[in-house]
């Protein structure tokens, strides 16, 4: 299952050693609401090898805003407290497990 993320636990996540991958999401977004499940299958299949959470901006919009999210669903893949990459729109599970792959 994804993690809740948010400003309480934001910061002990990234700066562990795995991988974080955030899916910044509102519940009024359609897209948001498609890629959902992908990513909640995706954070069952990594759980122990990478962080995989969601973000309501409605709910964290300072986390939002330091990631300069400016449209929805937008995945934020962080390494070493670096991001390394970001995807923005709909992706389908086999890009999302080949993009967590690639940072593993």
Request: with cysteine.
């Amino acid at each position: 299952m994804a993690l809740a993320i948010d400003s309480s636990n934001f910061e002990t996540l990234v700066n562990g050693d795995k991988l974080v991958v955030i899916d910044f999401w509102a519940p009024w977004c359609g897209p948001c609401r498609h890629i959902g499940p992908i990513v909640e299958e995706v954070a069952a299949e990594f759980e122990g090898k990478a962080v995989i959470g969601k973000c309501d901006t409605d709910e964290n919009n300072e986390l939002a805003i330091q990631f300069g999210v400016m449209n929805i669903p937008m995945l934020v893949f962080v390494k070493n407290k670096e991001v390394v990459d970001t995807h923005v729109g709909i992706i389908s599970k086999e890009d999302l497990v080949e993009k967590v792959n690639k940072y593993l």
